[in-house]
């Protein structure tokens, strides 16, 4: 399993961190006339992990979890603008917009609300040994 760059313990967090992380790299790579269908694809991954990120948190009853969605939905509105200013940046900008103005706010998100609340999970992923779980 490749890490994120703060991992948690928590599979669904650090699998789908890990993904959105490289999908925020790739900006730099992709070809200007693809960068407005990657950003499609990143909030759609966002939104998709939140989804996952938020089952999860419900299955393992997790008590801030009312919290955690707002934060959520704060990260989804903060996100749209980005997206709605997208189309009238440069190329290079929209690289930017993508690699540092969405990649920071997701970062910030790992290191606040995702971290506080993968202190209630009591299954954590072991990555010492792989593919295995410690109480
Ligand atoms: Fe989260």
């Given at each position: 399993m490749k890490l994120p760059q703060l991992p948690l313990g928590v599979r669904v967090m650090d699998e789908d961190h890990y993904v959105l992380e490289q999908m925020f790299a790739q900006a730099a790579r992709i070809a200007d006339s693809g960068l407005a269908?990657?950003?499609?694809?990143i909030l759609a991954e966002i939104a998709a992990h939140f989804a996952r990120e938020e089952a999860e948190m419900e299955r393992v009853g997790v008590p801030i979890l009312a919290c955690h969605r707002v934060q959520h939905a704060a990260l989804?509105?903060?996100a749209k603008k980005?997206?709605?200013f997208f189309p009238s940046a440069?190329?290079?900008g929209q690289r930017g917009l993508i690699a540092f103005?969405?990649?920071?706010?997701?970062?910030?998100?790992?290191?606040?609300?995702d971290r506080a609340?993968?202190?209630?999970f009591v299954e954590r992923v072991d990555y010492s040994a792989?593919?295995?779980r410690r109480a």
């Open positions: 269908a990657h950003l499609d694809a989804l509105d903060e980005i997206a709605a440069e190329p290079q103005n969405l990649a920071q706010l997701v970062a910030d998100h790992v290191a606040g609300p609340s993968s202190d209630f792989p593919d295995r």
